[in-house]
């Protein structure tokens, strides 16, 4: 029986304004979850809540995976237990390259003693790289200094393929990237489903959908899942636009902003 991602009843505040108004969702492992909404609806705050960023306070509700959790772990527990953040825009490090910043954090996940070994790590390093068609000097250059924001995506989704989580929380993965890269960066993606692997895709576009089908669509609106389908409902979202739904559940100013 595979892992389950448990969210119950979230509500969380930034800088004491509520934006996560109660969300309740399910994902389990095999299973692709996308969650849509126009801008200023919470969506990227749950990511952040989830993974324990320090902005976001937890007001209500509980965050499980496996029964354990996970608002009690500190981040890097919440990581070394199987969740993934795949960030909006993701930080420059200066002076740690791209592949110790890997190495260090596959061994973080291992136990003592068990540390992958050096010509494993560089032989499944440069596959993943070749496979995600990225420069392989990349990974001699300081973690995502001067990348192109394509670049920086895809060492996103390389980082992801390294390290195998349980669940993978991917914040817009797709903003910023032309055809090219939207298509190398869902192959990623696509090359991790299986009975392992859950994911929780946070988009504003039907476009990233066309190459990753999900299992599940859910509509955030008012900082509340609102709306929950197959893929014919995100298809409808891009044909449509969200109007329909406000008007549906009477719903005037969608965003919590």
Not at 47 to 65: C, F, K, N, S
Not at 110 to 135: H, P, T
Not at 216 to 221: E, G, K, L, R, S
């Amino acid at each position: 029986m595979g892992s389950t991602l448990e969210i119950k009843g979230l509500h969380v505040s930034i800088d004491d304004k509520e934006i996560l108004k109660g969300v309740d969702l399910t994902v389990n492992q095999g299973e692709i979850h996308a969650v849509m909404g126009p801008n200023g609806t919470g969506k990227s705050t749950l990511a952040q809540a989830i993974m324990g960023h320090p902005r976001y306070e937890i007001t209500q509700g509980e965050v499980y995976l496996d029964g354990e959790n996970v608002l009690e772990m500190e981040v890097d527990e919440r990581a070394q237990a199987g969740l993934f953040l795949a960030m909006q825009y993701p930080s420059e490090i200066s002076g740690v390259t791209n592949s110790d910043f890997l190495r260090s954090a596959m061994n973080a996940q291992r136990e003592e003693g068990n540390e992958i070994n050096l010509m494993q790590f560089i032989k499944k390093l440069d596959k993943n790289m070749e496979f995600l068609e990225m420069d392989l000097d990349m990974a001699q250059r300081y973690l995502n200094e001067g990348f192109s924001g394509g670049e920086k995506k895809r060492n996103e989704i390389l980082q992801l393929m390294m390290l195998e989580p349980k669940f993978a929380i991917l914040d817009e993965i797709d903003s910023g990237l032309d055809i090219d890269a939207l298509k190398v960066v869902s192959k990623g993606i696509n090359k991790l489903r299986g009975e392992d692997f859950g994911c929780l895709m946070i988009t504003h576009y039907q476009r990233l959908l066309n190459y990753i089908t999900p299992d599940f669509v859910h509509v955030m609106m008012n900082g509340r899942i609102v709306k929950s389908g197959g893929k014919e409902l995100a298809e409808r979202l891009e044909a449509e636009g969200y109007e329909w739904i406000k008007e549906e559940l009477n719903i005037e100013d969608a965003s919590v902003e």
